[in-house]
T-cell receptor, first 116, second 114 residues
Framework: GAGVSQSPSNKVTEKGKDVELRCDPI?????LYWYRQSLGQGLEFLIY????????KSGLPSDRFSAERTGGSVSTLTIQRTQQEDSAVYLC??????????????FGPGTRLTVL | AQSVAQPEDQVNVAEGNPLTVKCTYS??????LFWYVQYPNRGLQFLLK??????LVKGSYGFEAEFNKSQTSFHLKKPSALVSDSALYFC????????????FGAGTRLFVKA
């Protein structure tokens, strides 16, 4: 596609339910990133993928959060047993095939998650 | 470890005046520095970056930034602000020793008054 797409755009769920967020990066982009942006806050790094592997998972807030990427393309971020503090906008970004963080990232529109 | 600081939550400037949005960073190795902008109800957009070379980099919409190694700063500047520049600005840093990891600052909200 022309840009990074994310689905759903909005998700409202009840506390304790599991949610799955999807990201389709720009074709050919090797690196894929997930961030969380809470209301009035900056971007919190969650995880990045280099191809299908995630060398650094230290940004995931808890073991309720997991992410995977298959075929070097689509990625899903799963939050199990959601809590109200998980409410935020989850942003996905991708960048060109490269060996490091020196290429700019292209961001998707985000998924706004609300946990009631 | 990488970190980035944007010391101002908000910057106010009159249209036509020069603007500066501050950013300082800390990395191991050589820094890769970025500025992104988030307009209301729109996604984050890349403005400019410093990887190597000239310390003054120019980007989109007339913005520029100066890399200062001794002060570990990468301030965003524009000679003449426009009302349409009002947005949330993020500084971000990666490094040649940090893999793909990029850390974003907390953001600075810029208000340009007509």
């Amino acid at each position: 596609g022309a840009g990074v797409s994310q689905s759903p755009s909005n998700k409202v769920t009840e506390k304790g339910k599991d949610v799955e967020l999807r990201c389709d990066p720009i074709s050919g982009h090797t690196a894929l990133y997930w961030y969380r942006q809470s209301l009035g806050q900056g971007l919190e790094f969650l995880i990045y993928f280099q191809g299908n592997s995630a060398p650094d998972k230290s940004g995931l807030p808890s073991d309720r959060f997991s992410a995977e990427r298959t075929g070097g393309s689509v990625s899903t971020l799963t939050i199990q047993r959601t809590q109200q503090e998980d409410s935020a906008v989850y942003l996905c970004a991708s960048s060109l095939r490269t060996s490091g963080a020196y290429n700019e990232q292209f961001f998707g529109p985000g998924t706004r998650l609300t946990v009631l | 470890a990488q970190s980035v600081a944007q010391p101002e939550d908000q910057v106010n400037v009159a249209e036509g005046n020069p603007l500066t949005v501050k950013c300082t960073y800390s990395v191991s190795g050589n820094p890769y520095l970025f500025w992104y902008v988030q307009y209301p109800n729109r996604g984050l957009q890349f403005l400019l970056k410093y990887i190597t070379g000239d310390n003054l980099v120019k980007g989109s919409y007339g913005f520029e930034a100066e890399f200062n190694k001794s002060q570990t700063s990468f301030h965003l500047k524009k000679p003449s602000a426009l009302v349409s520049d009002s947005a949330l600005y993020f500084c971000a840093v990666g490094s040649n020793t940090g893999g793909f990891k990029t850390i974003f600052g907390a953001g600075t909200r810029l208000f340009v008054k007509a």
